[in-house]
């Protein structure tokens, strides 16, 4: 017996090919918005380990010259030498490699001579929204001033 050869073409209809889009679609609407949720849990995180290294680094510039920088001098202090001889003699920096970090959300942290309920100094992130205050992702993250 002798089979012919017969080439069957076979594809997927148009109907198949929506189904599988809508179920793609519904996947993604329901992974999506835990993924997001999940960078910005993590853009917190980091902050919050940035604040502490570099409130780690004032404290050994304290040690090293004997006080913390001015309002003026802010977290520039860590990674530049001091103009003022007097101090700088006792500068052993830079304190930070790689220079002062921005925040998650690419602005500077802020740092005040003005003391915050736990250290002598203020030292904070923005938060997401880059404005003081704010609830959740858009709240300030470090150590605030004292109000």
Do not use: C
Not at 60 to 79: A, F, M, S, Y
Not at 96 to 116: F, Q
């Amino acid at each position: 017996m002798q089979r012919k050869n017969n080439t069957i073409e076979r594809g997927f209809t148009l109907l198949e090919m929506i189904v599988v889009l809508v179920i793609i679609g519904l996947i993604a609407g329901l992974v999506g918005p835990n993924l997001f949720r999940q960078a910005d849990r993590a853009k917190v995180q980091t902050a919050e380990t940035q604040v502490k290294m570099i409130r780690g680094a004032l404290h050994t510039l304290r040690l090293d010259i004997g006080r913390l920088p001015t309002q003026e001098e802010g977290l520039k202090l860590l990674v530049q030498r001091p103009q003022d001889e007097k101090v700088a003699q006792f500068w052993e920096g830079p304190y930070i490699d790689g220079g002062v970090p921005l925040d998650p959300w690419n602005r500077d942290y802020v740092y005040s001579s003005s003391p915050s309920e736990i250290e002598s100094f203020s030292l904070y992130s923005l938060g997401a929204d880059g404005q003081q205050g704010g609830d959740g992702d858009n709240s300030d993250i470090g150590y605030l001033p004292v109000r």
